[in-house]
């Protein structure tokens, strides 16, 4: 039972989350019903008390899980997710359903982390299911209003590797630029792109590899530009490496006809003090590794509950390879990547997205781990 699979072997799962009214039934109603050759079970998460007005799914059924008629499998979690994941193994291995792919759909006002952790809490899950990415769709004319009101919608777009953008059409251009910057500063890891359901591909939110330690670490340069107006020039040439190999995404060059150092301060970018916020830490020098793995370790015990996600790739003393890090709240895990060549300036970046973090903290304790 327990032995290891291969990553390809494992079945992928996408966390799709979003605000309320942002279109994600309807993107899921689409990946259902249009025929792609692919067998997807959904997993409508009721957790919490605002359960959707699903007019889609399981609807009034006596059955946990249903199979359309196209081989896709849906069922609705009204108890424990963990225990939902190991029905739908144990029916899978048994030859009852036939799935390649999980989506788990959270309901509107769900924050996603706890979902993210059960696929490292427990090892039989852990050793089956291979989270691949969340992704959080964003309403363009009412996304402002609900990040003002909602910290749990903070925290959905502090969780993604993808944002979606819907309802772009209903907005002006200068509104859904202060959206799209405002979703970078709270999640410049993330890329951002604008959709329209009637011709949503699949491929935009399965197999983004999110949680892989070996995607590269990529932060938009508009954040980088406002954070360190001097390292803005170290991404003027990197844009297009930004999204993971996916085409089509609309943010390659909005937003740089600024003066490197310009603060933003046009008048509609007015200010909004999120709770949910970034920092990007860096350094050009090694770190000591007893001195950072005990930092880290006391960082989490600390923080993990206002840490959302974190992810590193980190230059260690006596080390010939990157080390590749990343955390979702107070679940950390670290992994060898690829050696450094001889052309690559070896260098450090981390990047921390959380609830009210001490940025300087953070920062000064980092600097503190960094060998003489």
């Known amino acids: 039972m327990n032995t290891p699979r291969s ?16 279109g994600k039934t309807t993107l899921l109603k689409r990946i259902l019903t249009e025929y792609h050759g692919r067998r997807i079970a959904v997993i409508e998460n009721e957790f919490g008390p605002e359960s959707i007005d699903n007019d889609l799914l399981v609807q009034d059924s006596e059955e946990q899980i249903i199979e359309l008629s196209n081989g896709c499998v849906c069922c609705t979690v009204r108890g424990d997710l963990m225990n939902t994941l190991n029905d739908l193994r144990k029916k899978r291995e048994a030859g009852e359903v036939t799935f390649e792919r999980i989506i788990i759909e959270t309901t509107g006002m769900a924050n996603p ?14 050793e089956y299911y291979r989270l691949d990415a969340v992704v959080t769709v964003v309403d363009a004319k009412h996304g402002m ?14 969780f993604a590797d993808r944002i979606l953008v819907s309802k772009k059409d209903l907005v002006n251009e200068a509104d859904y630029q202060a959206l799209r910057h405002r979703l970078v500063r709270i999640n410049p890891r ?34 980088l530009a406002d954070e360190h107006p001097d390292a803005a020039h170290d991404h003027a040439h990197g844009h297009d490496h930004h999204d993971h190999g996916h085409h089509g995404h609309d943010h390659d060059h909005e937003g740089h006809d600024c003066s490197p150092g310009c603060n933003h301060g046009h008048h509609h970018h007015p200010a909004h003090n999120d709770d949910i916020g970034a920092f990007v830490f860096r350094s050009n020098k090694p770190f000591n ?9 006391g960082l989490v015990q600390v923080y993990g509950p206002d840490l959302l996600r974190y992810k590193g790739i980190l230059y260690i003393k006596g080390v010939n390879r990157r080390m590749l890090f990343q955390g979702v709240h107070m679940m950390m895990g670290a992994e060898p990547g690829k050696p450094w060549t001889s052309q690559e300036k070896k260098a450090t970046k981390m990047v921390f997205i959380g609830r009210k973090l001490p940025q300087e903290i953070f920062t000064r304790g980092l600097e503190q781990c960094l060998a003489s």
């Open 289 to 297: 590794p007893e001195r950072l793995e005990e930092f880290l370790g």
């Open 7 to 22: 990553l390809d072997q494992m079945v992928p799962v996408t966390i799709l989350t979003g605000f309320l009214g942002a």
């Open 145 to 158: 209003a609900t990040l003002d009101a909602q910290e749990e919608a903070q925290k959905q777009v502090g």
């Open 190 to 223: 993330a890329s951002i792109e604008s959709v329209h359901f009637g011709e949503t591909e699949l491929g935009k939110i399965i197999d983004i590899s999110g949680f892989n330690l070996n995607t590269i670490l990529d932060i938009d340069p508009q954040f």
């Open 113 to 126: 982390g706890p979902v993210c952790q059960t696929f490292f809490m427990d090892d039989d899950i852990a």
